[in-house]
């Protein structure tokens, strides 16, 4: 498969990155009054990075550790089937309770809906939480589910015939977001 090439343009830098996440830990906190009852869960692989930073910045304005967690939900995938491959399966590590908890549900890049929706089936098999927020870094439109996030980074209108790129410092060794054009 031909790896995408680069429109020539960043959507989020380091800073513009940073600023996101900082507004989205502010909103997160003014929404459910506080720290208290939150537990942040990202959804493998970036949305672990982004949870944990998030995580990072409550901690920062409020003063308090909130729990965070990692759902891997390769096997509430609707798609499985159909894949060319069988992908890998992770460990889903969640050490708390969720039950009765305002869970914070962090993916890096929100799009159909489908990786949403198996994250939403995984987490219900965990407990029942009081509330379950979604937090994307970036929102880019053509959702085949009804599924609406709570706190978004950036919502960045695309073309079906472009894709959205997430490079984080803890995988990829650079904080940026760019929009590729996918190979014909």
């Keep these: 498969m031909a ?5 020539g343009f960043f959507v989020l830098d380091k800073e513009t990155l940073a600023r996101a996440l900082t507004r989205m830990a502010h909103e997160i906190l003014e929404k459910n009054k506080g720290a208290g ?13 982004i949870a944990a930073r998030l995580a ?4 920062k304005i409020e003063g308090a550790e909130i729990p ?6 390769t096997l509430y995938r609707d798609d499985l089937g159909l894949a060319e491959f069988q992908p890998a399966v992770h460990k889903t590590e969640i050490n708390f309770d969720i039950t009765d ?3 914070i549900l962090v993916d890096d890049v929100l799009f159909t809906g489908r990786t949403i929706r198996a994250a939403l089936d995984a987490l219900i ?12 870094l970036i929102d880019r439109g053509h959702r085949e589910l009804p599924i609406r996030p709570d706190y978004v980074g950036k919502n960045i209108p695309t073309s079906q015939k472009q ?4 490079r984080l410092e803890e995988s990829d060794g650079v904080d940026e977001v760019l929009i590729v054009e996918k190979a014909e």
């Design 3 to 7: 790896q995408p090439k680069a429109v």
């Design 37 to 49: 009852d939150l537990c942040i869960v990202g959804i493998r692989k970036r949305g672990v990075y």
């Design 56 to 59: 990072g910045y409550i901690k």
């Design 68 to 73: 965070v967690g990692t759902l891997d939900v």
């Design 101 to 103: 908890k305002n869970i």
């Design 125 to 136: 098999d965990l407990g029942r939480p009081k509330t379950i927020q979604l937090a994307v």
């Design 163 to 166: 894709s959205v790129a997430v």
